[in-house]
């Protein structure tokens, strides 16, 4: 089973916008829980536009499965990590002016700061993940510096049509071919909805995904534990078609 996580910053761009306590983004996570979520992504942004920092220690104490702190590779953002210990750390790059993250990290430009935060998961007990694109390069500099995983941005597969996703989904599957083959664990996530994730669950070196803003965007007209079971449904077709392809003759 490719494990699901479950990102649910934007509950809490929905409370932000009008400055209420309601919808609680921590009580959403709970109820991603029950509908059978593994774990809980959250990305706390330096411009703290949807989580904030109580959002992330009351999803510290509260989470039954599992943390993933999406986060930059700043001083500040790893001192708020080693207080609050998630279970995971994703690694991200981050503009004030984007709407969302527009692409994967550059591990190599960055360098000095994901091999800080790298001694501060070690220290620490905290899982590494990096979130580039799926290019060679990247995923190798990614092992170098001591990731146990990487997850691969899916944005441009999400937004092509075509013979281009085509392209897209090919160059995914290399890069989780090689990731694996290299020891790391494969996760994937951006722009990922019910509609698209059958393919990228088809490669058989993902592990794991993490998708939010579709989730969210169902749970406003079905509600939160139906966009859960829904979208899990459509990741276990695509795993399916992994077996279909290895029993081909």
Not at 83 to 98: F, K, N, Q, S, W
């Amino acid at each position: 089973m490719v494990r699901l996580h479950i990102n649910i910053d934007h509950v809490a761009t929905v409370r932000n916008a009008r400055g209420t306590v309601y919808p609680d983004p921590v009580l959403a996570a709970q109820l991603c829980e029950l509908a059978g979520a593994d774990g809980i992504t959250a990305h706390l942004r330096e411009d703290r536009r949807h989580i904030k920092d109580d959002d992330i220690t009351r999803l510290r104490q509260s989470l039954t499965t599992l943390l993933n702190l999406e986060m930059a590779a700043t001083d500040e953002m790893i001192a708020i990590a080693e207080r609050v210990r998630p279970d995971v750390i994703t690694l991200v790059p981050e503009r004030r002016a984007e709407l969302t993250t527009e692409g994967g990290l550059d591990v190599i430009a960055t360098r000095v700061q994901v091999e800080k935060t790298a001694a501060a998961c070690a220290a620490h007990g905290i899982k590494l993940s990096l979130f580039i694109e799926a290019d060679p390069r990247q995923i190798e500099i990614s092992r170098e510096l001591g990731a146990q995983q990487v997850e691969l941005h899916t944005g441009e597969y999400a937004e092509t049509r075509g013979a281009e996703r085509a392209e897209c989904l090919a160059k995914l599957a290399r890069g989780a071919r090689r990731a694996a083959e290299l020891g790391l664990e494969v996760a994937a996530g951006h722009g990922l909805t019910r509609e698209n994730v059958g393919a990228v669950t088809a490669i058989a070196e993902i592990e794991e995904l993490n998708i939010g803003h579709s989730v969210v965007a169902d749970a406003v007209l079905v509600g939160m534990e139906r966009a859960v079971r829904d979208l899990r449904e459509a990741m276990d077709r695509g795993v399916a078609r992994r077996s279909s392809t290895r029993d081909a003759p």
